[in-house]
């Protein structure tokens, strides 16, 4: 059973193209995040949403749409894609907590976006 | 500055070494600490949560220094399958309900040799 799934594993794209990327998660968290690692493999925070609401939204071009239709799931549209879009998109997931220590957080596979 | 420091590496190491990673934090807002694990083209996932007293899960060992804002991951007896880049991640409250923000360094790749 895959925990946190996205769609598509590889996406391969022109610039100037506006595609997405779909998450869905069954481990009946209420948070789920979006994170862009780049060449230099640092991981990033992009987005965060809460029971359908956006928590955190870092610096990020207006081109990137993230879109939560309900808790399981956590959409990322990009328009007008850029070179420097290439990268690898984790989504993941936690269950927030009211008390006690972070809460661990789980990454789906990824997709592998490359712009041409 | 990066929030969050590792040394890159890789440390090259032979099976049944020990190998130190050290990693520090520049804020002192940060809350929880945790080292995840990164296989190669795969996704980070948990390895273990880093606890103020000093943590040890089977050949694993963290310990975290708040005042000096360090932390550090030992293994022990190295495995080939301990092959992996080793990321250091604090958690920073956001200040929207529970759920916090993780910054994650850059992480620090392993290679265990024959």
């Known amino acids: 059973d895959t925990a946190v799934s996205q769609t598509p594993k590889y996406l391969v794209t022109q610039m100037g193209n506006d595609k997405s990327i779909k998450c869905e998660q069954n481990?009946?968290?209420?948070?789920m995040y979006w994170y862009k690692q780049d060449s230099k493999k640092f991981l990033k925070i992009m987005f965060s949403?809460?029971?359908?609401?956006?928590?955190i939204n870092e610096t990020v071009p207006n081109r990137f749409s993230p879109k939560s239709p309900d808790k399981a799931h956590l959409n990322l549209h990009i328009n007008s894609l850029e070179l420097g879009d290439s990268a690898v998109y984790f989504c993941a997931s936690s269950q927030s907590r009211t008390s006690g220590f972070g809460e661990t957080q789980y990454f789906g596979p990824g997709t592998r976006l490359l712009v041409l | 500055r990066k929030e969050v420091e590792q040394d890159p590496g890789p440390f090259n190491v032979p099976e049944g070494a020990t190998v130190a990673f050290n990693c520090t934090y520049s804020?002192?807002?940060?809350?929880?600490f945790f080292w995840y694990r990164q296989d190669c083209r795969k996704e980070p996932k948990l390895l273990m949560s880093v606890y103020s007293s000093g943590n040890e899960d089977g050949r694993f060992t963290a310990q975290l220094n708040r005042a000096s804002q360090y932390i550090s991951l030992l293994i022990r007896d190295s495995k080939l399958s301990d092959s992996a880049t080793y990321l250091c991640v604090v958690k920073r409250d956001h200040g929207s309900g529970n759920t916090g923000k993780l910054i994650f360094g850059q992480g620090t790749t392993l290679q265990v040799k024959p």
């Open positions: 949403y809460n029971n359908k609401e956006l928590i």
């Open positions: 804020n002192s807002a940060s809350q929880s």
């Open positions: 481990l009946g968290h209420d948070t």
